[in-house]
């Protein structure tokens, strides 16, 4: 079944909107506790930026992402951290 443009919104909006909130409550909390110079925090505002091209979800995921072309000799020893921290 092929979606209309209103069944699309009536799906998607609720969800979206939420995450938008989830956001800017997150930046909310960095602010409040000086965490925007973490660089997770600044990678994640460029990110955003990102939601400006044509192609957003594909460059949100590669401004957060390790830009390697080979893998690494080992894996680190800490968790996933969800954004690349350059040299």
């Not at 460029?46 to 830009?67: Q, W, Y």
């Amino acid at each position: 079944m092929k979606e209309t443009k209103t069944a699309m919104m009536d799906v998607y909006f609720m969800d979206a909107r939420s995450k938008l909130i989830d956001i800017a409550a997150f930046m909310d909390r960095a602010e409040r506790y000086g965490e925007t110079g973490d660089y997770r925090y600044q990678e994640f505002v460029k990110a955003l930026d990102a939601l400006r091209s044509s192609d957003r979800a594909e460059s949100v995921l590669m401004k957060l992402s390790d830009p390697s072309k080979e893998p690494s000799e080992k894996a680190s020893a800490g968790p996933a951290v969800g954004a690349y921290q350059k040299d």
